[in-house]
T-cell receptor, first 109, second 110 residues
Framework: SQQGEEDPQALSIQEGENATMNCSYKTSINNLQWYRQNSGRGLVHLILIRSNEREKHSGRLRVTLDTSKKSSSLLITASRAADTASYFCASLTGNQFYFGTGTSLTVIP | NAGVTQTPKFQVLKTGQSMTLQCAQDMNHNSMYWYRQDPGMGLRLIYYSASEGTTDKGEVPNGYNVSRLNKREFSLRLESAAPSQTSVYFC?????????FGDGTRLSIL
C-alpha cells in the first residue's frame, strides 16, 4: 500500500491553543494537499503545497513540506471549537492521490 | 450550485446482490474519482476517470466496475457484493487541483 500515515491519530486541545499534525508519505510527489472532514460529511480542501515549496500559509493554517524526509505538517493556530474535525493529507503521485490515515482533532471550548 | 452529488446516501445489501452507486458533478470537471473509507485506513482510490471516455484502476479495484457515462456522471458498480465491501464510498471531481467531494454513500453488506 502507498497510503501515507499521520500522527497523532487523535489530538485534544483547548480553544485558543495551536494544533500540529504530521503526515508521512511513501513516494515522490507532484504536490501534497490537506483536507478536513466533519463527521458524516465529505472532505473539504484546505491547502495545497507543491513539491518545490517548503512552506505555505493560508489564514490560520501553515503547512510545511520536507521532501527529503517525505513528510509534511499542518499547523492550525488559535484553534476554535469549529475546527473540531478529522484532517487528512493527500499526496499526488502521477494521476493518483494517496491519503493518510487521518488525525482526529477535538477543540474543547 | 450542488457540487458533487452522490446517491443513495445509505444502502444495505445482502451478500451476492448487485448495486450501482451514482455520482454527478455540475462543475464541468474533467476528472472524477471513487474512493472507499474504512475506519483507521483513510481513503483508498478504487477507480478514477481522467476524462470522459477513460477509466483507470486505483489502489483497490477488485470487486468493482465503473462507467463514465458522460462528463457529469461517474458510476460505481458492485456486481456481487461481499461483506468486505462494507464501507463509506466517496466520489470526487477535479479540474487540475483540488478535489471536490460528495457527502458519501454508507453501504453495509450483510
Amino acid at each position: 500500500s502507498q497510503q501515507g500515515e499521520e500522527d497523532p491519530q487523535a489530538l485534544s486541545i483547548q480553544e485558543g491553543e495551536n494544533a500540529t499534525m504530521n503526515c508521512s508519505y511513501k513516494t515522490s510527489i507532484n504536490n501534497l494537499q490537506w483536507y478536513r472532514q466533519n463527521s458524516g460529511r465529505g472532505l473539504v480542501h484546505l491547502i495545497l503545497i507543491r513539491s518545490n515549496e517548503r512552506e505555505k500559509h493560508s489564514g490560520r493554517l501553515r503547512v510545511t513540506l520536507d521532501t527529503s524526509k517525505k513528510s509534511s505538517s499542518l499547523l492550525i493556530t488559535a484553534s476554535r471549537a469549529a475546527d473540531t474535525a478529522s484532517y487528512f493529507c493527500a499526496s499526488l503521485t502521477g494521476n493518483q492521490f494517496y491519503f493518510g490515515t487521518g488525525t482526529s482533532l477535538t477543540v474543547i471550548p | 450550485n450542488a457540487g458533487v452529488t452522490q446517491t443513495p446516501k445509505f444502502q444495505v445489501l445482502k451478500t451476492g446482490q448487485s448495486m450501482t452507486l451514482q455520482c454527478a458533478q455540475d462543475m464541468n470537471h474533467n476528472s472524477m474519482y471513487w474512493y472507499r473509507q474504512d475506519p483507521g485506513m483513510g481513503l483508498r482510490l478504487i477507480y478514477y476517470s481522467a476524462s470522459e471516455g477513460t477509466t483507470d484502476k486505483g489502489e483497490v479495484p477488485n470487486g468493482y466496475n465503473v462507467s463514465r457515462l458522460n462528463k457529469r456522471e461517474f458510476s460505481l458498480r458492485l456486481e456481487s457484493a461481499a461483506p468486505s465491501q462494507t464501507s463509506v464510498y466517496f466520489c470526487a471531481s477535479s479540474h487540475n487541483q483540488p478535489q471536490h467531494f460528495g457527502d458519501g454513500t454508507r453501504l453495509s453488506i450483510l
